[in-house]
């Protein structure tokens, strides 16, 4: 990967995290980044997420995260999905299916996003 491109990602994911605040913008920048991006901002949300809720005395886990969203099988229900369920679960998806792979992605960042905002008001 060329170091520009991958400077610029940094920076937009440095970006998003610093939009975190407002709605508006945050969603606003998340919509640039393509399918496999999301896949790496998710990662960092989720570690974020982690550590911070650990910082104000929560210690959330993936289990405490993964309830908040939505299950796997009911999106691929609500979306009319007809691939096995490990393929959504395992980012095959992002192959076959990109856009569809990057909506589900984006609704659990959305969720790590609220999370998020609930452990700043409670600092």
Same mark, same amino acid.
């Given at each position: 990967?060329?170091?520009?491109?991958?400077?610029? #990602?940094? !920076?937009?994911?440095?970006?998003? /995290?610093?939009?975190?605040?407002?709605?508006?913008?945050?969603?606003?920048?998340?919509?640039?980044?393509? %399918?496999?991006?999301? &896949?790496? &901002?998710? #990662? +960092?949300?989720?570690?974020? @997420? /982690?550590?911070?809720?650990?910082? #104000?005395?929560?210690?959330?886990? !993936?289990?405490?995260?993964?309830?908040?969203?939505? %299950?796997?099988?009911?999106?691929?229900?609500? @979306?009319?999905?007809?691939?096995? +369920?490990?393929?959504?679960?395992?980012? +095959?998806?992002?192959?076959?299916?990109?856009?569809?792979?990057?909506?589900?992605?984006?609704?659990? +960042?959305? #969720?790590?996003?609220? /999370?998020?905002?609930?452990?700043?008001?409670?600092?």
């Amino acid at each position: 990967m060329h170091k520009m491109a991958h400077y610029e #990602v940094d !920076r937009r994911k440095q970006m998003l /995290i610093d939009r975190l605040g407002d709605e508006e913008l945050f969603f606003g920048t998340l919509d640039t980044f393509r %399918p496999r991006e999301l &896949v790496e &901002v998710q #990662v +960092i949300l989720w570690n974020y @997420v /982690i550590d911070y809720s650990s910082s #104000v005395g929560k210690n959330y886990n !993936r289990r405490n995260l993964t309830s908040r969203m939505e %299950p796997t099988a009911n999106y691929q229900y609500r @979306v009319g999905c007809h691939e096995r +369920i490990d393929y959504c679960r395992g980012n +095959i998806c992002l192959n076959t299916h990109p856009n569809c792979a990057g909506n589900k992605l984006k609704g659990q +960042i959305a #969720v790590l996003r609220e /999370i998020l905002m609930e452990l700043r008001q409670q600092q």
